[in-house]
């Protein structure tokens, strides 16, 4: 799939899937031997059709730095560090990795959106997800992957500077900015996050110059 991005390779995915479920996991995500046997017994028992969600965790080896400790502790990388089980959210929390849902609903929705860019197309289908189909995110901590991707304080700025200026494809696609401020289903937390992914876009030259 050269020159194509992760939105591409998920519907890529999608087109060639035939079980009834598709679980989603990032390049670097490592799930235990138990987790896709948990997704299917968490949508299985689920009353109500979701997409389900379970924590990503650095492998022990790694968290070997400050900030590393810190990205484990708060949702400034993985959200599910404020999640709470078995709670059900809205849409746009729908994560890059360790996700499960009904193909059927990513078909009804058209697949992800090829032309968002890295780090926000799961948010956006997520969203639609939501509006169309009344489809949520359901968090379940016992579902956990490992991943090696690594960050430091640089990864990180870039990673928030791409994740910033990314929010208005989804203001200009959507003419609907409530997948910034939250809802009642969205945790105070994960909003000063999403308003930090703003001011990152308004600051973007300045960190730029900072990282590099």
Not at 70 to 75: A, D, I, M, N
Request: proline share 5%.
């Amino acid at each position: 799939q050269e020159g194509s991005n992760s939105a591409a390779a998920r519907n890529l995915g999608l087109r060639n899937a035939r079980g009834r479920w598709v679980v989603f996991y990032e390049p670097n995500a490592m799930p235990t031997p138990a987790s896709l046997r948990g997704h299917l017994i968490s949508q299985i028992s689920s009353p109500k059709s979701h997409a389900i969600a379970g924590p990503t965790y650095t492998q022990p080896d790694l968290v070997n730095n400050s900030f590393r400790r810190l990205v484990e502790k708060q949702p400034i990388v993985y959200g599910h560090n404020q999640m709470i089980h078995d709670r059900v959210y809205s849409g746009s929390t729908f994560p890059n990795s360790n996700v499960s849902i009904e193909r059927k609903h990513l078909v009804a929705a058209d697949g992800f959106d090829e032309n968002m860019p890295t780090g926000i197309e799961e948010a956006e289908i997520g969203y639609r997800l939501d509006k169309q189909l009344q489809i949520k995110v359901k968090y379940n901590r016992d579902l956990y992957c490992e991943t090696n991707q690594v960050y430091d304080v640089d990864d990180f700025l870039k990673r928030q500077s791409v994740q910033g200026w990314s929010c208005h494809y989804m203001w200009r696609k959507h003419n609907d900015a409530s997948f910034i401020h939250g809802d009642a289903d969205t945790p105070p937390h994960d909003m000063f996050f999403l308003a930090l992914r703003l001011e990152v876009e308004q600051n973007e030259h300045r960190i730029r110059t900072v990282v590099s």
